[in-house]
Nanobody, 115 residues
Framework: QVQLVESGGGLVQPGGSLRLSCAAS????????MGWYRQAPGKQRELVAT???????MYGDSVKGRFTISRDNAKNTVYLQMNSLKPEDTAVYYC?????????WGQGTQVTVSS
């Protein structure tokens, strides 16, 4: 069983920055993909960014150049550095860990970008 615990969400003004963290615990297969997805009210959940266990990254088009995903394999933790935040980035951000045959989700953390 795998648990994902997110932290770092909150309220920030447009143009500001936030850093999200997600720590995974439990039986974690070494080859995996960790990532972040988000869901705004009335919208479908969408990809923000993913990173493989060997460091390959992928970003959603709306965050390219503003967000950076990274991970610490020794700590089983993934980070999302969010810069130049916009009101349209407001959403619940969910951490995800994917291994062959399994898909795990965190409980979500709210990010609100507003003046």
């Amino acid at each position: 069983q795998v648990q994902l615990v997110e932290s770092g969400g909150g309220l920030v003004q447009p143009g500001g920055s936030l850093r999200l963290s997600c720590a995974a615990s439990g039986s974690i297969f070494s080859i995996n993909v960790m990532g972040w997805y988000r869901q705004a009210p009335g919208k479908q959940r969408e990809l923000v960014a993913t990173i493989t266990s060997n460091g390959r990254t992928m970003y959603g088009d709306s965050v390219k150049g503003r967000f950076t995903i990274s991970r610490d394999n020794a700590k089983n933790t993934v980070y999302l550095q969010m810069n130049s935040l916009k009101p349209e980035d407001t959403a619940v951000y969910y951490c995800n860990l994917r291994t062959p045959g399994y898909d795990y989700w965190g409980q979500g953390t709210q990010v609100t970008v507003s003046s």
